[in-house]
């Protein structure tokens, strides 16, 4: 089946259980009776045999082609990426890190197959600039975004000694559109060298198990945790930088890092499994505006405009919070503040039904306060914590106040009984 955009995210910008569900569900049958090489591939006319060299290469051309629209090509020697596992990491990004559709997004490290840069702009019309430090692999990666010209991809060498941001935004600013990153992603070599290798148990943490490669694609000095180690070091200004990991260790060592890191505001991190395959994600930022993030929550029963502004002056009061507030015909604005909380800027928005409410918490500028960006995002996340159960009347401490002020003119006694049943 064919993707197209309706596939892909759904009419309120999230993404589709197809794009959630790849891999999972991919009819190989179906992939065969469109493809000639494929059926060559099936052992007994019941399974793929992966254990043939050209089997990988194969597979991720046919659902390049078929399932997204892309055409594709790359040496039998190269490393042929698992293509389920490069949507994963993508729609996780997508997903829990930058939900954005006109991102400018630098891979570190594409390989030949270019695979990443190739996704991500169909996917998600993203903007990619795609390094490498390999000739061959950069030549392959730039034939690969010639037989897509539809796709806004720049290709380039860089130099392995330099930093690996910085010297890919200067060599950008003399030849491409793209002159500022909002998010970095790199798949690194997992392992430092063919002893770590070797010793891999089961080759489970081998990049795609036996997959042919050339000794860079699977080799990094210092392994893949040095490699991300020094894209986080790279001063070059990036709102988001991630990284997909081969290996358990390496991501509880760099959360490690991060969190000791004061510079490093926020730190997202999960997994996912396909098969027999597990890979680990890391994402982190050092950006104060990237820690207001929306979110939403469901009520109960409906809440109207007028009500949710008065749900709100009850939180703010509880909460001992000065605030000031605002409500138009269509969301609620607040803003609120203490001696202990710098200002945040509350934006809460009502679905159709009126239970569904989407909040934004927008905290100050850096630098607009005293406060640390530690204690900006300590507090923000207090109140994301208890917001909805404080507006969506759901949590224990909300009904004990409504109890007790139930004899009080701030609601009228038939809101607190409709309530607190």
């Not at 997903?95 to 570190?108: N, S, T, Y």
């Not at 890979?279 to 929550?297: H, K, N, S």
Request: charged share 25%; aromatic share 8%; with cysteine.
């Amino acid at each position: 089946q064919r993707m197209n955009d309706e596939k892909v995210l759904d009419d309120e910008g999230n993404l589709t259980a197809w794009v959630k569900e790849y891999g999972k569900q991919i009819d190989w049958e179906a992939l065969a009776a469109k493809d000639e090489e494929v059926r060559k591939l099936y052992t007994n006319g019941k399974c793929l045999d992966f254990s043939r060299p050209e089997a990988r290469h194969v597979v991720a051309r046919v659902c390049l082609e078929l399932h997204w629209n892309l055409k594709w090509e790359c040496p039998r020697d190269r490393l042929a990426p698992c293509v389920p596992n490069r949507v994963a990491y993508l729609a996780w990004l997508y997903e829990e890190v930058l939900p954005k559709r006109d991102l400018r997004v630098i891979d570190v490290g594409t390989g030949a197959s270019c695979i990443y840069p190739l996704l991500g702009s169909r996917m998600f019309d993203w903007s990619f600039v795609a390094t490498d430090i390999d000739t061959e692999a950069v030549k392959t990666a730039k034939a690969n975004v010639k037989l897509n010209p539809d796709l806004n991809i720049f290709v380039i060498k860089v130099d392995p000694d330099a930093p690996p941001l910085t010297s890919a935004k200067l060599l950008c600013e003399e030849s491409s559109s793209i002159t500022s990153f909002d998010l970095s992603m790199t798949n690194p070599p997992f392992f430092a060298d063919e002893e770590e290798r070797d010793s891999a148990v089961g080759g489970m943490h081998r990049p795609e198990g036996r997959a042919v490669c050339v000794r860079n694609e699977e080799i990094v000095q210092g392994g893949e945790v040095e490699f991300v180690k020094r894209i986080h070091s790279d001063p070059c200004p990036v709102v988001w930088k991630s990284a997909l990991l081969g290996k358990k260790t390496s991501q509880a060592k760099l959360l490690t890092i991060f969190n000791r890191d004061p510079k490093v505001l926020l730190v997202k991190s999960s997994s996912f499994r396909l098969g027999n395959t597990v890979r680990y994600l890391i994402a982190w930022t050092r950006d104060i505006g990237q820690v207001a993030l929306p979110f939403t929550f469901n009520a109960i029963d409906p809440i109207d405009l007028d009500e949710l502004s008065r749900r709100l002056e009850y939180y703010f009061t509880a909460s001992k919070l000065d605030y000031t507030l605002r409500s138009t015909q269509s969301f609620v604005q607040a803003r609120a503040t203490s001696p202990e909380h710098p200002h945040l800027d509350f934006f809460i928005i009502p679905d159709n039904n009126k239970t569904k409410i989407s909040v934004t918490l927008v905290p100050p500028e850096a630098g607009s306060c005293n406060c640390s960006a530690r204690n900006i995002l300590a507090n923000f996340n207090k109140i994301k914590d208890s917001l909805p159960g404080d507006i969506a009347h759901t949590n224990r401490r909300w009904r004990r106040r409504l109890a007790r002020d139930c004899s009080t003119d701030y609601y009228t006694s038939s809101t607190c009984n409709n309530n607190i049943e």
